[in-house]
């Protein structure tokens, strides 16, 4: 099985950096995505990291440690449209299928 | 090009009814897979489809069940519904099997009430 871990909650101020963690313990793990959901909807697609290090996509940012089993997703210029849930899905490459989810962090911009 | 699309939107069932939702994937997506999420928390692994077949399930009972067509939508079932099946059903596609990294695209689910 899989055991996900990261924050319930956190407050951030708009303009402001924040970092999400997520630790993992999975076997055959291939890689780890974060998806972005606000209230109500669906999620989508962030990013994607398979090799250790961090991956910078504009505003928001990925970095994946495979031995330590630890992501982060950092978020840069905080906006208030960034207050969302954000979910850590690590990737194991069984046929178990394809992602479990961590419970997601819910994350509030404040002015 | 269309994304995952589920319909309906929003349900309403007495508890003890059945449902039947229903999910199209992107063009091209051959994989198709069932999340359910109950409010305020976290997604669990329904159903995962490939090609007509169930690939695996997750850790809920025989009455959640599903079946995908040769145009690769699918169709989640649930019998003898429990007013703790109320959640958002999600749905999403994906062009491969895992390890590709290609990720997900979710349709914006159904919303499921049992009352």
């Known amino acids: 099985g899989q055991n996900i871990d990261q924050p319930t909650e956190m407050t951030a101020t708009e303009g402001a950096i924040v970092q999400i963690n997520c630790t993992y313990q999975?076997?055959?793990?291939?890689?780890l995505f974060w998806y972005q959901q606000h209230a109500g909807e669906a999620p989508t697609f962030l990013s994607y990291?398979?090799?250790?290090g961090l991956e910078e996509k504009g505003r928001f940012s990925s970095f994946l440690s495979r031995s330590k089993g630890y992501s982060y997703l950092l978020l840069k210029e905080l906006q208030m449209k960034d207050s969302a849930s954000y979910l850590c899905?690590?990737?194991?490459?069984?046929?178990?299928?394809?992602?479990?989810f961590g419970d997601g962090t819910t994350l509030t911009v404040k002015p | 090009e269309a994304g995952v699309t589920q319909s309906p939107t929003h349900l309403i069932k007495t508890r003890g009814q059945q449902v039947t939702l229903r999910c199209s994937p992107i063009?091209?997506?051959?994989?198709v897979y069932w999340y359910q999420q109950a409010l305020g928390l976290g997604l669990q692994f329904l159903l995962w489809?490939?090609?007509?077949?169930?690939?695996n399930r997750g850790n809920f009972p025989p009455r959640f069940s599903g079946r995908q067509f040769p145009n690769y939508s699918s169709e989640l079932n649930v019998n003898a519904l429990e007013l703790e099946d109320s959640a958002l059903y999600l749905c999403?596609?994906?062009?491969?099997?895992?390890?590709?990294?290609?990720?997900?695209?979710f349709g914006s689910g159904t919303r499921l009430t049992v009352v």
């Open positions: 999403a596609s994906s062009s491969d099997w895992p390890g590709q990294g290609y990720g997900y695209t």
């Open positions: 999975t076997s055959g793990f291939n890689g």
């Open positions: 990291n398979v090799l250790d």
């Open positions: 899905a690590p990737e194991v490459n069984t046929n178990a299928g394809k992602s479990t």
């Open positions: 063009s091209g997506h051959t994989s």
């Open positions: 489809y490939d090609e007509g077949e169930e690939r």
